[in-house]
């Protein structure tokens, strides 16, 4: 049998936003499954320092959403997330961890929002949807408790810099489509807003993103995407916001060393090995799948493996996925996520090391196109923000 040829590959996935983008001259490449804005004629640099310095918008459309409805709903979540929901969520508030296999390896990464009692909004990752959709039906949840899949019906917006308050709040202000007031705008992070429209579509505003800057996402009927979008932009414009693309993303969520499903969660790999392991409650009851898994990890000394972060000591190409790591002259591991960083001016990047090198302070050599490069294991994050910043929550990575 011939191989497939491109034409036999099923079209690619265009969010409301796709119009927009082509407008505005974006690059589209893509992701996932999905024709997406790499960047747009400013080009990656520019976007990723308007962010860190002002805002950017972001269409994150191509993500997923299920919502869950009922009182016996938490609990059920609770059986399959790795975070504790019963003690840590409440509504109007938002909570990251995983969707694990019984090995304990990382199915899906994703916040849980609670936007009024019983009632939650559940965001996946975009190369997800299916098989999170899937596996949850296979674990049903009880009578009385409503799960469905609305990714079709949302369009969905990241809107994140340090300017992103003003921006939703001018945007409010001006009832740009968006109907929420000023004192429901989410005051901390992690925080969620909620409207609902005659027939109960629910519409989200939460104070949450994926840059390690301050910031919200939007997630509003699909019908209502491009008019927001070009609201948005209009109203934020005086504040400096400009439409970011992946590549941003894809940099910015790398210098604060924020995972991507899978490029740095993978079903073999489990919380504990990424450092992750304070999404991850060990102790909760009932157990969630995984959990025994993560436990016995743990009692027996811990990964051998661990996500560390680095950063390269000289100039030169930017490091790749799957560029060999060495170390004492030997190949220890290879890059996970890799590239230039705009606000430090270097290499950086991720690799699951053993977990003795594994280390802050720790030499390696990474071969860039057959040369060997020095680099060093750094804490994380990579990027620390002015100590005026506020800390963002964390969110569920897009992959």
């Not at 680095?310 to 190409?317: A, M, Q, T």
Request: hydrophobic share 40%; glycine share 10%; proline share 9%.
């Amino acid at each position: 049998m011939s191989s497939p040829s491109p034409s036999d590959s099923p079209p690619l996935l265009r969010t409301p936003l796709h119009g927009a983008h082509e407008q505005r001259n974006a690059r589209l490449v893509p992701f996932a499954g999905w024709s997406m804005p790499v960047q747009y004629p400013s080009g990656i640099v520019a976007e990723h320092r308007a962010v860190r310095a002002a805002a950017g918008i972001f269409d994150i459309s191509h993500m997923g959403e299920f919502l869950v409805r009922g009182a016996g709903g938490r609990a059920w979540l609770d059986t399959l997330f790795s975070n504790n929901l019963a003690t840590k969520l409440t509504p109007g508030a938002s909570l990251y961890g995983f969707f694990l296999n019984d090995d304990g390896g990382v199915i899906d990464d994703l916040i849980v929002y609670e936007y009024r009692a019983d009632e939650f909004l559940l965001v996946v990752n975009a190369s997800k949807i299916a098989e999170d959709f899937a596996w949850l039906t296979t674990h049903p949840p009880p009578a009385g408790v409503e799960l469905t899949n609305r990714s079709d019906a949302y369009a969905a917006f990241a809107i994140q810099g340090p300017r992103a308050p003003e921006i939703i709040a001018a945007w409010c202000a001006a009832d740009a489509g968006g109907a929420f007031s000023a004192h429901e705008i989410p005051a901390k992070h992690g925080g969620v807003a909620a409207k609902f429209s005659s027939d109960g579509f629910v519409t989200i505003l939460a104070r949450t993103g994926y840059t390690g800057e301050d910031g919200f996402e939007l997630f509003l009927p699909a019908s209502l995407g491009v008019k927001t979008f070009d609201e948005l932009l209009r109203v934020g414009a005086p504040f400096g916001l400009v439409p970011a693309g992946l590549g941003a993303r894809d940099t910015l969520r790398l210098e604060v060393c924020y995972p991507l499903n899978g490029s740095d969660l993978f079903p073999d790999r489990t919380p504990l090995a990424a450092g992750l392991g304070f999404f991850v409650d060990l102790n909760k009851e009932p157990a969630f799948r995984g959990r025994d898994a993560l436990r016995r990890e743990k009692e027996s000394g811990g990964p051998r493996e661990k996500l560390a972060a680095f950063r390269v000591l000289e100039k030169g190409p930017p490091p790749r996925a799957h560029y060999p790591i060495f170390h004492d002259g030997q190949q220890v591991g290879e890059i996970a996520s890799g590239a230039h960083s705009p606000s430090l001016d270097c290499g950086i990047g991720l690799a699951y090391l053993p977990a003795a090198i594994a280390r802050p302070g720790e030499r390696i050599e990474i071969d860039v196109r057959g040369r060997r490069c020095p680099a060093i294991i750094e804490k994380k994050p990579l990027y620390r923000r002015p100590p005026a910043a506020t800390d963002p929550a964390m969110h569920a990575p897009v992959g």
